[in-house]
């Protein structure tokens, strides 16, 4: 009952800024811990950014002083600010959630389809 839907994403030169968004929807009582992940072909899937309900976040040394996630608690969205793009950031970025899906507070982790990031050289 629970979607994820990620936006934003598309084809940028080194150096440029794209803004990801994932909107949260669905039977939501509560979310806790919202967060990015990507995956480049060939490569494993990596965590980016993760942001708690508290506003606490932690990065991937990789993206550390570049991005930025924040997120709208009223909006069940989350972002991702990614600035000084590099063609290694290149990859699908996939938001994932804990949400609270029912009064006795039971949590299960969704992950959205994933949007594509591609930079060029």
């Known amino acids: 009952q629970v979607q994820l839907v990620e936006s934003g994403g598309g084809l940028v030169q080194a150096g440029g800024s794209l803004r990801l968004s994932c909107v949260a929807s669905?039977?939501?009582?509560?979310?806790?811990?919202m967060g990015w992940y990507r995956q480049a072909p060939g490569k494993q899937r990596e965590l980016v950014a993760v942001?708690?309900?508290?506003?606490?976040?932690n990065y991937a040394d990789s993206v550390k002083g570049r991005f930025t996630i924040s997120r709208d608690n009223a909006k069940n969205t989350v972002y991702l600010q990614m600035n000084s793009l590099k063609p290694e950031d290149t990859a699908v970025y996939y938001c994932?959630?804990?949400?609270?899906?029912?009064?006795?507070?039971?949590?299960?982790?969704?992950w959205g389809q994933g949007t594509q990031v591609t930079v060029s050289s």
């Open positions: 669905g039977r939501i009582f509560g979310i806790s811990v």
């Open positions: 994932t959630a804990g949400v609270v899906v029912s009064p006795t507070r039971n949590e299960y982790t969704y």
């Open positions: 942001i708690t309900g508290g506003g606490r976040t």
